[in-house]
Structures are given as structure tokens and as C-alpha cells.
């Protein structure tokens, strides 16, 4: 697992965070907070993941 992977995990959980606090204290502006966040948090877990399976396949050609 890389940096880009667990960053990326890391910031989708936070998001979940957020999104849930904005929607059980009714604050609109952080649940969106969260939505943006855990889509961010995806996209760089989902590169992290890509940067894996390029080098596995790296080291299977080797």
C-alpha cells in the first residue's frame, strides 16, 4: 500500500465524517464538505491503486 492509497482512504473517512455531522446538526455546508472530501479521498486512493498495479506489473515483466 502506498501513501496515495492510505491519504486517500484517510480523506474519504473524514468526509464520511463530515457529511454525517452535517446532516445530524443540519449544517448544509458541511455535508457537502463531506461529499467533496470523500470524493477527493476516492480519486486519490483510486491513483494510489493504479501506481500499485503498474508497478506489480513492472515486476511480472522483470
Do not use: C, F, H, P
Not at 15 to 35: F, P, Y
Amino acid at each position: 500500500m502506498n501513501k496515495d492509497q492510505v491519504k486517500g482512504r484517510v480523506k474519504e473517512a473524514t468526509g464520511k465524517v463530515k457529511e454525517i455531522t452535517g446532516k445530524v446538526v443540519g449544517n448544509e455546508s458541511l455535508e457537502a464538505e463531506g461529499k467533496i472530501d470523500q470524493a477527493v479521498g476516492e480519486v486519490q486512493a483510486d491513483y494510489g491503486d493504479l501506481k500499485e498495479d503498474i508497478k506489480d506489473a513492472v515486476k511480472k515483466t522483470d
